[in-house]
């Protein structure tokens, strides 16, 4: 089945700087790779997803880059703000299968 | 339009007990999916149910069990509670069986194991 690897798994950022997570998966059938972010007592929230027939998808301050050779994925996110303090998942899915996650990277930003 | 909703929000069982945990999809959802989180890990997938059926199953044992209803809702029922059972367990909800659309999650079930 797939795996997903996430790094780093703790991640302190200045306000105002950029902050990066990065995640590898193993099945190349992979197509599919949402990632989440998930504040303290709640479920997990969508905030970005990128399919493998695109490299690049961007939504205001957050960007996903997808590499299918290397079998990478990364998360952007730019001019970091206070509320971006949470706990980041990243997903992989092959066609028809069970989404599989990362193990999660928390993000602190400080002020 | 309506997110997806579980009960309880937390509950704390004996070893050996058993549990009903209950969710509500989204609305035009028709696909339920159930996770399991540990503390400090990314969800683990328990199985996904589709028209009422199970239609995807992970790597958990057969006291872990699920019901999906005529109008989409779904429960988790764990038998035979472990200490290991301590988790916080996500519903999802989807459109369609073939798990091309993203999963929305509700806030959860923290479940306690004494």
């Known amino acids: 089945g797939e795996n997903v690897e996430q790094h780093p798994s703790t991640l302190s950022v200045q306000e105002g700087d950029s902050a990066v997570i990065k995640c590898t998966y193993s099945?190349?059938?992979?197509?599919?790779f949402p990632w989440y972010k998930q504040e303290l007592g709640k479920g997990p929230q969508l905030i970005i997803d990128?399919?493998?027939?695109?490299g690049e998808k961007k939504d205001q301050r957050i960007a996903v880059t997808l590499n299918k050779t290397a079998k990478h994925f990364s998360l952007h996110i730019t001019e970091t703000q206070p509320e971006d303090s949470a706990v980041y998942f990243c997903?992989?899915?092959?066609?028809?299968?069970?989404?599989?996650f990362g193990t999660g990277t928390r993000l602190t930003i400080i002020p | 339009e309506t997110g997806v909703t579980q009960s309880p929000t937390h509950l704390i069982k004996t070893r050996g007990q058993q549990v009903t945990l209950r969710c509500s999809s989204q609305?035009?959802?028709?696909?339920v999916s159930w996770y399991q989180q540990a503390l400090g890990q990314g969800p683990q997938f328990i199985f996904q149910?589709?028209?009422?059926?199970?239609?995807g199953r992970g790597n958990f044992p057969p006291r872990f069990s699920g019901l999906q209803f005529p109008n989409y809702s779904s429960e988790l029922n764990v038998n035979a509670l472990e200490l290991d059972d301590s988790a916080l367990y996500l519903c999802?909800?989807?459109?369609?069986?073939?798990?091309?659309?993203?999963?929305?999650f509700g806030n959860g079930t923290r479940l306690t194991v004494t």
């Open positions: 999802a909800s989807s459109l369609g069986g073939q798990g091309n659309s993203p999963l929305h």
């Open positions: 099945d190349s059938a992979s197509n599919y």
């Open positions: 990128i399919r493998s027939n695109v």
């Open positions: 997903a992989a899915r092959p066609p028809y299968e069970k989404l599989t």
């Open positions: 609305s035009g959802h028709n696909t």
């Open positions: 149910y589709y028209r009422e059926e199970e239609n």
